[in-house]
Every structure is written in C-alpha cells, then in structure tokens.
C-alpha cells in the first residue's frame, strides 16, 4: 500500500459520506431557511419553532433518498470487496 493509494482511498470513502448526507443536509436548511424568513416576517421568534419542521424534512428527505443511498453504500462496498486482494498487498 503506497501513501497515494491509502489517501485516494480515502478521499473517496469521504467524498462518498458527503455525497450520502448531503441531501439531508440540503433539505434541513431549506426548511431551516424558509423558517426563519417566516420568523423574521412575523417576528415571532421561538427556538422550538424551528426544530420540528428541521426534522420532520431531514425524516421525509431520508425515507425518499434511502433507497439511492442504500445502492451507492452497496455499489461501494462491492468495489471494495472485489479489490480487497489490491489492497491487501
């Protein structure tokens, strides 16, 4: 194992991480964001607010995207397993 492999390793274990949180991610701070327009709008201004619709969306973005990010998580640890003689060398 050479240093450029472990570090191209892992920047694609981490590239793919952020690729599988981004959409939650995303989806909190779009809700987050028309929140706090709303509050700013109306001033009302509760921290409660703000936490259920957050979570309800990142729960909705996670039953949709679950699928898609169960076949990336697959399609990678297939790669893994079918180079792992590669990388035990």
Excluded: C, H
């Amino acid at each position: 194992m050479t240093p450029e492999f472990v570090t191209g390793f892992f920047f694609e274990a981490i590239k793919t991480a952020i690729i599988l949180a981004a959409p939650m991610l995303l989806a909190g701070l779009a809700v987050g964001l028309l929140v706090s327009v709303f509050q700013a709008a109306t001033q009302i201004n509760e921290m409660t607010l703000t936490f259920i619709p957050k979570m309800l969306a990142v729960a909705v973005a996670l039953i949709f995207f679950f699928p898609w990010m169960v076949q990336t998580m697959v399609t990678m640890m297939e790669s893994l397993f079918d180079n792992l003689i590669f990388y035990i060398r």
